[in-house]
């Protein structure tokens, strides 16, 4: 069963401008990973924070984790039309990982 | 990382029949999973591919209809079997080298069942 819920459905927005999308969870974890996955493809594994982490950024991404709202962000900066695809959070609670239902994001070249 | 192959990428079968999806990896890893994606929607674990011995499935998946074989640290197959419609779906396999470890995936299975 799905465990994260990602915020928004789906996002376009315009070439060189930041996309933020969203993910909440219902129970403790022991790290949350956003993935992407390109249209017919398999998911592509982005970063992974620890429940203990705060903070992480991976050069054009920056993934944040507030366990006290069970809640985790995922920014990417100044978008290219190649980063058009869906995104997953995935949480994992005692080895038992669970996806999302993804964000689907456009990038307008 | 690793390089995960699948076979086949992709088939249409007829109800009744059953598919064997290969999924082969180049390297040994110790977790070896079989997920479900159906049209526009998340994935959902079907079963963790356990060496040499039976699959631990998830709840709503049984062995009958979802048998997995892992032979070897880097091999798994899954049958999906007695197909009907509601088969039809993105099958991938996924691996792991601890439980700390971020999931790497093949690039799917995409089964129509007709």
């Known amino acids: 069963s799905q465990q994260g819920e990602e915020d928004p459905q789906a996002l376009s927005i315009q070439e060189g401008e930041n996309a933020t999308m969203n993910c909440s969870y219902k129970t403790s974890i022991n790290n949350l990973q956003w993935y992407r996955q390109n249209s017919g493809r398999g998911l592509v594994h982005l970063i992974l924070i620890r429940s203990n982490e705060r903070e992480k950024h991976s050069g054009r991404l920056r993934v944040t984790l507030d366990t006290s709202k069970k809640s985790s962000s995922l920014l990417i900066t100044a978008s290219r039309a190649a980063d058009t695809a869906s995104y997953f959070c995935a949480t994992d609670v005692n080895n038992d990982m669970r996806f999302g239902a993804g964000t689907r994001l456009t990038v307008k070249p | 990382s690793a390089v995960i192959s699948q076979k086949p990428s992709r088939d249409i079968c007829q109800r009744g029949t059953s598919l064997t999806i290969q999924c082969q990896v180049d390297s040994q890893v110790t977790m070896m999973f079989w997920y479900r994606q159906q049209p526009g929607q998340s994935l959902t674990l079907i079963a963790t591919a356990n060496q040499g011995s039976e699959a631990t499935y998830e709840s709503g998946f049984v062995i009958d209809k979802f048998p997995i074989s892992r032979p070897n640290l880097t091999f798994s197959t899954l049958t999906v079997s007695n197909m009907s419609p509601e088969d039809s779906s993105i099958y991938l396999c996924?691996?792991?080298?601890?439980?700390?470890?971020?999931?790497?995936f093949g690039n799917g299975t995409r089964l129509t069942v007709t």
């Open positions: 996924s691996v792991a080298w601890d439980s700390n470890s971020p999931l790497h």
